[in-house]
């Protein structure tokens, strides 16, 4: 019988370590290539939106808003209490369903208004007079830090009957990923009953992490 024989160069150990498998690395900064743990902060590069992975010590070079390319996401969550908006005053916004996010983009001075869909996220146009009427209402929203944070609208339940519009501030990174959850969960015309539930959880753990904000304090 033939029997199989270790290369005569190398130890045991060396050899056996050919069929080890080795571990992936993990995520690193994306400007100096530190390693990283699950929790760490983001930055937004401006000009392109484009969100990159960041160790505390490059978050912290961006976090005073003076920096022309980059600028460090926030982590605050704000679920805002008895947020005031009409059916009116959504129905001008012109967005065709009832969910999306608003932030102030200072590359354009304006207000962008995004909704997620199964095509990923989807600008729609917004006119500055709708959008104030809404500010005059909600003076919270004028410490929205531009760029980096959004406020985040859930009319879904709302519109359904089963429950009260959501209304957030939270980091812009909070929802690029709502928008990617819904384009990776949505199935056939209605999106399918696991996408819902995945949105549904996803408000679930916003909501437990949320710092609830009364109305008497930003109105």
Excluded at 151 to 180: F, H, K, M, S, T
Aim: with cysteine; net charge neutral; glycine share 6%.
């Amino acid at each position: 019988m033939n029997h199989a024989r270790l290369p005569e160069s190398g130890s045991p150990l060396e050899v056996l370590k050919q069929f080890v498998r080795r571990k992936p690395p993990g995520e690193t900064c994306e400007l100096c290539t530190q390693p990283l743990g699950r929790e760490h902060a983001h930055l937004l590069e401006i000009a392109n939106r484009r969100l990159l992975c960041s160790c505390d010590g490059c978050a912290i070079l961006f976090s005073n808003q003076t920096s022309a390319r980059y600028r460090r996401v926030p982590r605050r969550i704000q679920l805002l209490s008895n947020f005031q908006m009409s059916d009116a005053e959504w129905e001008g916004l012109l967005i065709p369903i009832n969910m999306a996010f608003f932030f102030k983009n200072s590359v354009h001075s304006s207000m962008t208004a995004l909704y997620p869909s199964p095509a990923g996220a989807t600008e729609s146009l917004l006119t500055l007079e709708a959008w104030q009427d809404i500010v005059q209402n909600n003076a919270v929203l004028n410490d929205m830090e531009p760029d980096v944070e959004a406020l985040l609208v859930n009319r879904i339940g709302e519109a359904r009957g089963a429950g009260p519009g959501e209304y957030y501030i939270l980091p812009i990174d909070q929802c690029y990923g709502l928008v990617g959850l819904i384009r990776r969960h949505w199935r056939g015309l209605s999106g399918g009953a696991e996408v819902w539930q995945e949105i549904a959880q996803f408000f679930e753990r916003l909501k437990a992490r949320a710092t609830v904000v009364e109305r008497e304090s930003y109105a």
